[in-house]
Structures are given as structure tokens and as C-alpha cells.
């Protein structure tokens, strides 16, 4: 199993430009994250989403927008970049809620110019 | 989720245990105490969980006081690669969403 996979690992923006950060798992988990770290502070969460086809808000979501259209994966976009936007994103996944751990991934590291 | 409060940094000689502690004195009746760890530049990584009893497992142990407001983490036989920043995290499996709010951490540092 390869767990939760990232793509890009790497990407830079202009200010204004629009893109997506794709998720991907193939643990069969019902639960999907989008988190943000910024330097030297612990994650935060942008949207969640407890199924296909469910999203929902987290800690910090504006400027974010999510799609969960299959199960295994969960699409981050950011329609008109911000360099207050430049950081690392974290996906993860679980496999309900309750007491069941996070599985994250590597990591997507942005900067926004 | 309750608020818990952890030293900034700490170190570790390798092969010595590490205890890690978390204070969490808000924490509720349903809520559990997680950690994660977090290597240079990794997404964080599961360690252990635990409602009131202590718990073991592969990777470490967590004590957890009988009042319940404090814990802590332990690594038996650190190694460097044990070097990371852990997250104690409390939060109850009935919020929607099984949301992790991460804190600071303590950023461990294992020296030789």
C-alpha cells in the first residue's frame, strides 16, 4: 500500500494564479484532511470531509475550496493564490472518526510570489 | 478540544528512555490524549492513544495520571532517529469530523 500520496511535492505561484493539490489513498478510509504548517507552528486544518461527496470547513478555510468525489480522493484548490498562502500542506487521512488515528502524508510544499 | 500545554524543546541522550510530558488539566471526561511526532520536513506520524489507563505499544508508552490532567509520553530506548517535534493532542472521538488540533509540540532532540 503507498498510504497517502501528494501530488506536486513542490510548487511555486504568482500571486493570482489558481491551482490544485491532489490527495490520494488506498486504505479505503471514509475521513479526508487538508491541513496547513507554517514555519516553526503546529498544523491547522483547512476542510474535511467524513465521505464521498461531503466536505467541510476546518480552522482556517478561506481562500480554500474542496471536492471529494471518490472515496480515495480529496482535492485542495486555491483559485487566486496569496502569499499569505505560502506554506506546507498536509493531507490525511482516516478511517471513520471516533478514536481512529490520522495518516498523513508527505507533505506539499507552496510558495506563493 | 481542550488546550495542553508542553515544554518548547527537549533532549535526550541516545539509548536513555524519554519522557516526554503534557499537561492537559481542562481536559474532559470523553476526551482522549493523542501524540503524534513529526520528523524534519515529514507529515506527522500516530504514536498512541489513551483514555485513563496507561497504554503500550511498539513505539512507546503513555502514562497517564490518575486525575487524568497530565501525561506523558515515554521512549524507552531513544535513538536519533526518535529526533522530532511531538504533538500531544486531546480531543473526544464524539466531535464530528475526528478533527487533530496541533499545538506547539516539544521538539526532542536525541544527541549521542
Known amino acids: 500500500n503507498a498510504g497517502v500520496t501528494q501530488t506536486p511535492k513542490f510548487r511555486v505561484l504568482k500571486t493570482g494564479q489558481s491551482m490544485t493539490l491532489l490527495c490520494a489513498q488506498d486504505?479505503?478510509?471514509?475521513?479526508m484532511y487538508w491541513y496547513r504548517q507554517d514555519p516553526g507552528m503546529g498544523l491547522r486544518l483547512i476542510h474535511y470531509?467524513?465521505?464521498?461527496?461531503?466536505?467541510a470547513k476546518g480552522e482556517v478555510p478561506d481562500g480554500y475550496n474542496v471536492s471529494r468525489l471518490k472515496k480515495q480522493n480529496f482535492l485542495l484548490g486555491l483559485e487566486s493564490a496569496a502569499p499569505s498562502q505560502t506554506s506546507v500542506y498536509f493531507c490525511?487521512?482516516?478511517?471513520?472518526?471516533?478514536?481512529?488515528?490520522?495518516?498523513f502524508g508527505p507533505g506539499t510544499r507552496l510558495t506563493v510570489l | 478540544d481542550a488546550k495542553t500545554t508542553q515544554p518548547t524543546s527537549m533532549d535526550c541522550a541516545e539509548g536513555r528512555a524519554a519522557n516526554l510530558p503534557c499537561n492537559h488539566s481542562?481536559?474532559?471526561?470523553?476526551?482522549?490524549v493523542y501524540w503524534y511526532r513529526q520528523i524534519h520536513s515529514q507529515g506527522p506520524q500516530y504514536i498512541i492513544h489513551g483514555l485513563k489507563n496507561n497504554e503500550t505499544n511498539e513505539m512507546a508508552s503513555l502514562i497517564i495520571t490518575e486525575d487524568r490532567k497530565s501525561s506523558t509520553l515515554i521512549l524507552p530506548h531513544a535513538t536519533l532517529r526518535d529526533t522530532a517535534v511531538y504533538y500531544c493532542i486531546v480531543r473526544s472521538p464524539l466531535e464530528a469530523g475526528n478533527m487533530l488540533t496541533f499545538g506547539g509540540g516539544t521538539r526532542l532532540m536525541v544527541k549521542p
Open positions: 470531509s467524513v465521505g464521498e461527496g461531503t466536505t
Open positions: 481542562t481536559i474532559s471526561g470523553n476526551e482522549y
Open positions: 490525511a487521512s482516516s478511517y471513520s472518526g471516533g478514536k481512529n488515528e490520522q495518516f
Open positions: 486504505m479505503n478510509h471514509e475521513y
